[in-house]
Structure formats: C-alpha cells, structure tokens
C-alpha cells in the first residue's frame, strides 16, 4: 500500500489538534459584537508582550506593516539608507521602501542564512540610519553584535522577526535587541493566524504610541487625527485565534526543535549536503529546516516521487526582482553572488507541529538515499 504523502505544513491539522478552543474564540468574537480594536486584540497583545518580555505589542494588519511602521515611527524616511539582507523574503525590502528609505544589500555570512555585524560593518555609508536584520528560518542574526554596532554609530535596529517567534539569543528573546521589532502572523509561521496578521514590539513608550496612532489613521480616538497614518488593525477574529496559538507556541516550539534534531542526526555527514548551522549560545524555532544540496531541484524531484512536499525559500536575492534592481550592490550588478549560490542550493524540508517523528524518519530516508546514489563530493562543513 502507497504511503500517504508527507506535507510541507498541514493547518488544519493545526486547527483540528485545538478545534474546540478556535471556535470557542470565534464565538467569543461574534457574540460580543466587536470586529476591531476590541478585547481579543487587547488580550493577546498584552498577552504576546508578557511572552516576550517587552513592554508594547502593537498589532496590525500583516508583518510588512509591521515592519514599515517601525521604521516611520523611528523617524526613517526619505534620504536614509537601511542595511537590510539580501537573502530574505521581499517584504523585508519592500517595508524600507514604503518608509521610503533605501535598502543597502549585505550579503549572509560565510556558511549562515542570515548577516551578522561583520558584514554590516563593511557595508556602513555616512548615508546609512538604519540597520534591519531578519532572524531567517527562526535562527537569531547575531543580534547583539549587531545592536552592540548600532549603538556605536548612533543607528536605529529595528529586528525583522517574522520567522522566530520565541527565538533566544545569550537567554534573551530576539526582538529585545533594537528600538523595535516586526512580527508577521501569517498562517504558515510558528505564531499564525488564520489569514494575515502582524505586530510590532518594543519597550520605547513613545514609539508604541506613535504606531499606535499610525495603524488607525494617525488616531488614537474617533477624529482625532494628531499623524498621518494608515489602515491596519489586526482584528478581532484573528486576535481570539492568535491567543489559543500563542498558548500552544512553546509546546510546538519543541516539537519543532525535536524535529531539526532529527534531521541533524540522521542526515549528518551525507556527501553533497550541506545542514544547517547553529551558533553556540542561540536557541532558534526552526520555523523553516533549510539544507543545501548543489543539486537541489534532482534532490526535490526525487522527493516529490517519494510523496514528499518541499519548498524553496527563497529563490532569488531581493536585488534580482525588477523593483529592486536598481539596489544591487556592484560585485552582483556583473557577476554571481553568494546569494546566487544560495538561492540556488537550498530547500525546505518538512516541518511543524504537524508533523510526527516517524514521518521525518521518511523524508531522512529519502534524502539519504538520494546523497548516497547521486554520488556527490561532500561539502566542507560551516565554520
């Protein structure tokens, strides 16, 4: 008898494993008749804050949201540049733009997805206010040293965190390192909604007013516009369904980590692929378990007919999209960059609460057996 297929993220699973407790909030939600601004959002932002161990949760419509307020409200706009990675998901970019700022590309560290101080600090312009790093796949990106730069040349951080909700970095919670971080809630996320969400955090008092104020049409009250503004409320069924998740976060957190541990064991050593790298003292989430293989579109062919789902995340630097080619840095304006090689070579294999340990032993076995027939040299460990 065939298998049944292995799938990348199964949400409704998710939502079967707390089906009572998401329809007890959605009854909550419609028998109060409050869709906006109501006490689910209070409740869950107070309550994602507590989590965090910050001050202010500020929800709003979706991550990108998130993220370009943060930057209006910390005063970057027109003129500045803000050091962002080339290697990430495009609404990191497309959030310095709405700011309307300027993304400054900076490669992933040598072996590593995301940037680290190194290589912001060689990217530095007198041009530069800003620096916005992404703790991609749910690994931290080394923010200390980053924040330890910015406080040195008077920049502001502000932390994409979108992929590492409960991330730790020295024992302390990613998204704590700047004057503000960005959160996105889209399903797929370790903390997801049922359709689009976000949220900013931040223990800076003022600028949790300001967002505020930014989310609702520069208004903290009915017509009384003190800034400009936009429209993006995170709203109230979303709120009641991010609490039950919320609640359940560290529990799939675990099963998450127990997952990747898996992976580590069983895939270590195997010629041509390359696993992911931590860095001694970070705690990541795992939202994503990203490999590298030199011949990464055989390896998902053959386990796509071995029933298993993968993704590639992502699959060309920002700068390789048309809108932001003008942000190129030179070296990649003529030549290959290390994103190009990356964005080449990495795929997503399966992982999430969903997920059981004996299907994970399935999509090892399969990776395994691909390495071992295809015969390739292996690739030099990261540092």
């Not at 979706?62 to 027109?78: C, E, K, R």
């Not at 540049?81 to 700022?101: D, N, S």
């Not at 399903?187 to 689009?196: I, Q």
């Not at 993006?232 to 369904?241: C, K």
Request: with cysteine; proline share 8%.
């Amino acid at each position: 008898m065939t298998a049944p297929p292995v799938r990348f993220l199964d949400l409704q699973a998710v939502y079967r494993e707390d089906q009572a407790a998401y329809d007890a909030g959605y009854r909550r939600v419609m028998d109060s008749g409050r869709w906006l601004l109501g006490p689910e959002l209070e409740a869950f932002e107070a309550e994602f804050a507590a989590f965090l161990g910050c001050r202010h949760v500020v929800g709003v419509g979706n991550g990108l949201d998130a993220l370009a307020l943060a930057l209006q409200a910390a005063g970057i706009g027109p003129g500045d540049e803000v050091i962002v990675p080339a290697h990430t998901f495009i609404a990191t970019w497309q959030a310095v733009r709405l700011a309307g700022a300027t993304p400054r590309a900076v490669e992933p560290a040598p072996g590593r997805f995301n940037i680290d101080a190194a290589g912001v600090q060689a990217a530095l312009t007198p041009a530069t206010r800003a620096v916005m790093p992404v703790h991609l796949t749910g690994q931290p990106a080394d923010p200390a040293a980053i924040a330890a730069l910015c406080e040195t040349h008077g920049l502001v951080l502000i932390e994409d965190a979108a992929q590492a909700h409960g991330a730790r970095h020295q024992g302390r919670p990613v998204g704590s390192f700047g004057r503000a971080a960005g959160y996105s809630f889209y399903p797929g996320k370790n903390l997801g909604a049922f359709g689009d969400a976000g949220a900013a955090a931040t223990d800076d008092d003022a600028l949790a007013r300001t967002l505020r104020q930014r989310r609702n049409y520069g208004s903290l009250q009915r017509y009384a516009h003190e800034t400009e503004g936009v429209n993006s409320r995170l709203d109230e069924l979303q709120a009641a369904f991010l609490r039950v998740r919320l609640a359940r976060l560290r529990e799939h957190n675990a099963r998450r980590a127990a997952q990747a541990a898996r992976y580590a064991e069983a895939l270590a050593g195997l010629p041509g692929l390359q696993l992911p790298a931590t860095v001694p003292g970070d705690e990541p989430v795992w939202h994503l378990y990203v490999v590298r293989h030199g011949r990464r579109d055989a390896l998902q062919a053959a386990l796509a007919a071995a029933g298993i789902e993968t993704l590639v995340h992502y699959p060309k630097p920002v700068y390789r999209f048309a809108p932001f080619a003008a942000f190129a840095p030179d070296p990649a304006a003529t030549g290959r960059s290390p994103s190009d090689t990356l964005c080449d070579e990495v795929l997503s294999l399966p992982i999430g609460p969903h997920l059981r340990l004996d299907e994970v032993d399935r999509v090892a076995d399969a990776v395994r057996a691909f390495c071992r027939a295809d015969g390739a040299t292996a690739m030099p460990p990261a540092p």
